[in-house]
């Protein structure tokens, strides 16, 4: 596979001409001074410095010893459909597609790679959508006049986050299949729905020719029952209408001879307002089954709207972090799309979490931020695999908001810094070692405890039998009193001599960075090139076989991952990761030597201030349009050092 990859990539390499000219960095022409007053926090928000006070422990706290029982031999009963390894994917709004992605098909984002190869050795490919509220504007261009793959229009904004219009080129469609023949990542887009009389449909036609079976889906509209709230439909607006529109895009796209699988799309991906029986009740599976390939909702459990926007209801991190630090949280959130889950089965299509993360409006600092985040996020996805979602896409945003699974250092600070990791990057590791690379699969709430909200935990069997236990501690107790021990035996099954077990631990629920998944870290804000840091610290925990138990130590916060044999683990974490390098320079920070004098034959150099932004008005234009003006042509430059791959240990 790995041998494959570098095959794959040479390929394209052997398409790439060109040079390049890229300047060593301008030093500071100043020194600064060594203390000054203490000021606001005026820098972007995910990097805020908001630490949470972490919840009490619960009065009365939850039982610290209890079994855990797992029926064996098919006995198990209330088991999910059989789920995919790739179930926990990422949704990256398409206006920040090339400061996340990279710049274009040849200059490619390093940690990015990392980030999806370490994913991809566990579950054997990633699942991506590209799309949001900036799909819905977007347009395609034969090429922009500064050369750039994509364009935000700022001062043409909509909705009442300010959302800009988009002009992107086929680039951009170029350098996902280029991700892809090096990740196995797999790609959902979206056709615009703002004009339903006169669909684009280049980005379908351009989609499916470039990306061929890397391209899994279209979706059919973002958020529809949003669009007369934010004015892009009359009041009246409704679901009948929502599946009418459906019906023209299904004709538009039967009378383009240049879309050849004219059977990808995926809707209603709804936000919550309507409800999805109400578009069921239309028709709209019914009349038009041949053409989806997938049913989808999007949802937030909450929003911090006010905060950014000055609309809705207010809310504070510190006033809503208990509401995500328990098992009811996930429950809640699903509970409404259980019947849907159901009816989606019956008519034999999956059923997608297509958008969602900690709030609407980029999330909470200090909440969103956190290793309670960490721990919600994989309990919430588990949940969403329990009730038989077949996919959860978390959101990936601008340098604006806090919950991004993981975040590049805006363009003008990417000669000394490198990419922050958030909370849910390590719940996707955990979620995805759960689950493995078998592709059968399946989760059971075990409902432990009591039921207790604060210790829950799951079941994963493969083909009748429990291959995985994953097991939570939302409670935060620096003492040590809360930690709890999990018996777990084996109902008419021989108890193993040993189980191994992976924890994702912190010291409380609210700090920020340097979590660790089995030892291995990816650090501190700025500090990441998607490579895990440490060494991988698997334990063995040695079983009662007499008494028929494995004992579990649960740190009290903390996550386990617990192991019943050897080829279980294999599957969730074969070993070494292909992981990429880069050859771009960029000081001597993470980056091969190139000596400035041997690139010094100049074709521009322009600036390179502008600064990473988001999807709404008021931040900067992307770093990809400021890093185009000062890279014109890249030609066989690649920023994802897909010249050498080099192994490295990821955990």
């Not at 200059?107 to 999806?116: A, C, D, K, T």
């Not at 390179?608 to 890279?631: C, D, E, I, V």
Request: glycine content about 10%; proline content about 7%; charged content about 10%.
């Amino acid at each position: 596979m790995r041998l494959l990859l570098v095959h794959s990539f040479l390929s394209i390499l052997g398409l790439v001409r060109g040079s390049v000219t890229v300047y060593g960095v301008q030093q500071p022409l100043g020194t600064g001074t060594a203390t000054a007053a203490s000021a606001s926090y005026t820098g972007s928000g995910i990097y805020n410095q908001v630490v949470l006070t972490p919840p009490p422990v619960p009065n009365p706290p939850p039982p610290t010893s209890f079994a855990v029982q797992l029926q064996t031999g098919g006995a198990a009963s209330g088991l999910s459909i059989p789920q995919s390894g790739a179930f926990f994917g990422f949704s990256i709004e398409f206006s920040v597609a090339t400061q996340v992605l990279g710049l274009n098909s040849s200059f490619l984002q390093v940690p990015f790679l990392n980030l999806m190869a370490n994913l991809r050795e566990r579950s054997g490919s990633v699942h991506i959508r590209v799309g949001g509220n900036t799909q819905d504007t977007a347009t395609m261009v034969s090429s922009t006049p500064d050369g750039a793959a994509l364009e935000k229009d700022v001062i043409n904004t909509s909705n009442p986050t300010n959302t800009p219009p988009l002009v992107f080129t086929p680039e951009i469609i170029k350098m996902m299949a280029s991700i892809s023949a090096l990740t196995n990542v797999r790609w959902y887009l979206g056709i615009p729905f703002n004009d339903t009389q006169n669909f684009r449909l280049d980005i379908a036609e351009v989609g499916e020719a470039v990306l061929g079976d890397y391209l899994l889906g279209l979706q059919a509209g973002n958020e529809p029952d949003l669009y007369a709230r934010h004015g892009h439909r009359p009041a009246t607006y409704s679901p009948e209408d929502y599946t009418a529109e459906v019906g023209l895009l299904i004709n538009a796209m039967n009378a383009d001879s240049k879309i050849s699988n004219k059977d990808l799309l995926i809707g209603p991906n709804l936000a919550g307002v309507w409800q999805p029986e109400q578009v069921w009740d239309t028709g709209f599976v019914s009349d038009y089954s041949q053409s989806l390939i997938a049913l989808a909702v999007e949802r937030y459990p909450t929003d911090n709207c006010y905060a950014q926007y000055g609309i809705g209801t207010p809310h504070t991190g510190q006033d809503m972090f208990p509401d995500f630090l328990t098992h009811q949280s996930g429950q809640n959130i699903v509970s409404p799309y259980i019947n849907s889950t159901g009816y989606a089965q019956s008519v034999g299509k999956p059923f997608m979490m297509f958008e969602t993360n900690t709030a609407s409006c980029g999330g909470f600092p200090g909440l969103s931020d956190s290793f309670g985040a960490a721990l919600w996020g994989l309990d919430y996805a588990l949940q969403m695999a329990y009730v038989n979602f077949t996919s959860a896409l978390f959101h990936v945003g601008g340098q604006d908001v806090y919950y991004n699974p993981f975040t590049p250092p805006a363009t003008n600070q990417s000669s000394y810094h490198q990419w922050t990791i958030g909370p849910i990057y390590y719940s996707a590791l955990f979620v995805t070692e759960a689950l493995g690379s078998s592709n059968v699969s399946q989760v059971l709430d075990l409902n432990m405890n009591g039921g207790n909200q604060f210790t829950p935990g799951y079941a994963i069997y493969e083909n009748g039998e429990p291959t995985r236990v994953a097991l939570l501690n939302y409670v935060s107790d620096p003492t040590g009193a809360s930690d709890y021990t999990a018996s777990i035996s084996l109902v008419g099954a021989t108890t193993p001599a040993q189980v191994k077990v992976k924890y994702l631990s912190a010291s409380s629920v609210a700090q920020k960075y340097n979590f660790t998944w089995a030892g291995q870290t990816f650090g501190d804000a700025f500090s990441s090139d998607g490579r895990p840091v440490g060494a991988v610290d698997i334990q063995t925990i040695t079983c009662d076989q007499t008494n028929n138990v494995c004992n579990v130590k649960v740190p009290a916060p903390g996550a386990a991952l617990v192991f019943f044999n050897d080829q279980a683990l294999e599957e969730s974490d074969p070993g070494p990761t292909m992981t990429f390098p880069t050859t771009a320079h960029l000081k001597q920070h993470n980056t091969a030597t190139i000596p400035p004098a041997v690139l010094a034959t100049s074709n521009g150099n322009k600036g390179t201030a502008n600064m990473l932004g988001g999807t709404s008005q008021g931040q900067q234009y992307g770093s990809a349009f400021g890093l185009a003006q000062a890279l014109p042509s890249l030609g066989s430059v690649i920023a994802g050092a897909l010249l050498v791959a080099r192994l490295a240990y990821a955990g």
